[in-house]
């Protein structure tokens, strides 16, 4: 599976949307992009996942790049719940062991 | 979307003895299961992959007579810790897929809520 570079910490206005960027250079044509959180001492969330289209769902939004080597997750309307680490993983089918790399920690400010 | 339970939520136990820490899947079946441990402001680390019916695949560096699984039924998989120390406290989580994701060949993951262990 290809690897993702994301930044470490980012923080968003309450009410705001929250754009988090993730690389993934090296990704294969048949690869996915998934993106699940983690609430502090809590088991990871699935949020969204996408090939080559942009993805919405109730949680969020998936921008893909045309050449697909960055993706952005967009949560329209942040709320203080979501706070968050939140990890972007590449991955041909979702079905096996994911790799989650060091995520970016999301701060939701009143 | 799918549901899984982990229990217990925490536990402590004594350094020597063993821990069971159940996963299931509460409204869909799971052939497969992995389990995670997350240690404190880390990511998580795959443990072992957990198959219904057959013996677990674990990942390079993780001693399989120390981390016992079992998978005995479609929505059951077990993690015991024998012989615990307290290097092995650490919040262990699993998860399961649910199957093909509206019909693109994907899966979406579904983790239990972790259990945190602390061997004293």
């Known amino acids: 599976d290809a690897k993702t570079t994301q930044p470490t910490s980012m923080d968003c206005a309450e009410g705001r949307a929250a754009n988090l960027p993730c690389n993934h250079s090296?990704?294969?044509?048949?690869?996915?992009v998934y993106w699940y959180r983690q609430i502090h001492s809590q088991g990871p969330q699935y949020i969204i996942h996408?090939?080559?289209n942009n993805e919405t769902n109730e949680m969020a939004s998936l921008i893909i790049t045309e050449d697909r080597k960055s993706s952005t997750l967009i949560l329209p309307h942040a709320t203080l719940r979501d706070t968050a680490v939140y990890y972007c993983?590449?991955?041909?089918?979702?079905?096996?062991?994911?790799?989650f790399g060091t995520g970016t920690r999301l701060t939701v400010i009143p | 979307g799918a549901v899984v339970s982990q229990h217990p939520s925490w536990v402590i136990c004594k350094s020597g003895t063993s821990v069971k820490i159940e996963c299931r899947s509460l409204?869909?079946?799971?052939?497969?299961m992995f389990w995670y441990r997350q240690f404190p402001k880390q990511s998580l680390m795959l443990m072992a992959t957990?198959?219904?019916?057959?013996?677990?695949?674990?990942e390079q560096g993780v001693e399989k007579d120390k981390f016992l699984i079992n998978h005995a039924s479609l929505t059951l998989s077990t993690l015991t810790v024998t012989s615990a120390h307290p290097e092995d406290s650490s919040f262990y989580i699993c998860?399961?897929?649910?199957?093909?994701?509206?019909?693109?060949?994907?899966?979406?993951?579904?983790f239990g809520p972790g259990t945190r262990l602390t061997v004293t």
């Open positions: 998860s399961a897929h649910l199957g093909l994701a509206g019909g693109r060949g994907t899966y979406e993951q579904y």
């Open positions: 090296t990704i294969s044509g048949n690869e996915y």
């Open positions: 996408g090939l080559k």
């Open positions: 993983i590449v991955s041909y089918t979702g079905a096996n062991n994911l790799f």
């Open positions: 409204d869909f079946q799971a052939t497969t």
């Open positions: 957990s198959n219904e019916g057959s013996k677990a695949t674990y």
